[in-house]
């Protein structure tokens, strides 16, 4: 009500109405109103403006991370603040996990992609589509992120993939999934190219329409290597088809061949099987019997240069 007291009482107003009127109006005391027009905000008020500042920002990077979550990343923000105070903000303001809250459905629809499909097609029946192709290295690449469970608790992992080859260029393996998660996967796949003398710019990353992938950070990444976004469909597998075959090959060379203790042991296994069979070892016939080393190595030899 504040505000409004001193928008009537302004000399511009049309109408100005005197503190002592509207105060009696809106039934308010005079003293307070006097406090708080010599001091609007307190230092109380912008520190709890900060904080929520830091939780709204780390909710909007990743969305399905609860409030316990959120102080961590406050935290490291440069605002630390109790369990119980991120508790009090997220409540207030209504940020929720985005699976980990139920909620009454509201109508509302996901939101839209931060990247157009660049991989979609409609062929002569009006069906739409997706192809894969790529005609050179770093010409359009495939990320996705899959979980798996370890005696110690889940291991998320966020991998690259480049189509011309089928080489994973890059991969991050983390205890949690956040947007960072894909940020290193992407960071390490532009490194690994450059090391090789390859070109990122004007790649097309293409992948699901993951929080991880819509965040701000992640998106950010791209625009900062000059490379193009690209976002499947919600809820369409297909619309990232070729990126799931190779989570399904990890799952049943790997991950699913016993039961991991610590994710230290399954972190190791999962380098080992790409970097040792994945890369240098499994044939695949889309290119011609060749595994993606040998096939870089033999079509463009300068891009594998320290494979």
Same mark, same amino acid.
């Not at 990444?221 to 900062?224: D, E, L, V």
């Given at each position: 009500m504040y505000p409004l007291v001193r928008e009537l009482a302004a000399k511009d107003a049309p109408v100005r109405v005197p503190v002592a009127v509207t105060c009696r109006v809106l039934d308010i005391a005079r003293? *307070?109103?006097y406090r708080w027009l010599k001091c609007p905000i307190t230092d109380a008020e912008l520190r709890a403006a900060y904080r929520a500042n830091a939780l709204f920002d780390a909710h909007r990077d990743d969305p399905e991370f609860g409030y316990r979550f959120l102080?961590?990343?406050?935290?490291?923000?440069?605002? *630390?603040?109790?369990e119980r105070t991120a508790?009090?903000?997220c409540s207030e303001l209504g940020w929720w996990s985005s699976h980990g809250k139920k909620r009454g459905s509201n109508g509302k629809k996901p939101g839209p992609p931060v990247h157009d499909d660049l991989c979609a097609v409609i062929d002569r029946h009006g069906v739409t589509r997706h192809e894969f192709i790529a005609n050179s290295p770093n010409e359009l690449w495939l990320s996705d992120i899959t979980e798996h469970w370890t005696g110690e608790g889940k291991l998320y992992v966020c991998a690259i993939k480049d189509v011309y080859s089928n080489r994973i260029v890059g991969y991050s393996i983390d205890s949690r999934m956040k947007s960072s998660l894909a940020v290193a996967a992407l960071n390490n796949a532009v490194a690994r190219r450059r090391i090789e003398g390859g070109d990122v710019a004007g790649c097309v990353v293409h992948t699901d329409r993951g929080s991880q992938f819509r965040s701000r950070k992640f998106v950010h990444?791209?625009?900062?290597h000059s490379m193009v976004g690209s976002m499947g469909r919600v809820g369409a597998a297909g619309d990232n088809a070729a990126m799931e075959s190779f989570f399904a090959l990890l799952q049943k060379?790997?991950?699913n061949r016993r039961a991991w203790a610590t994710r230290e042991e399954l972190r190791i296994a999962i380098v080992t099987w790409i970097e040792r069979t994945y890369h240098r070892r499994r044939r695949q016939a889309s290119l011609g019997r060749l595994t993606p080393v040998e096939y870089e190595l033999i079509m463009n030899p300068a891009v594998i240069k320290a494979a």
């Open positions: 003293q *307070p109103y102080v961590d990343e406050a935290n490291e923000a440069g605002e *630390p603040m109790a508790w009090r903000i990444a791209i625009n900062r060379n790997v991950l």
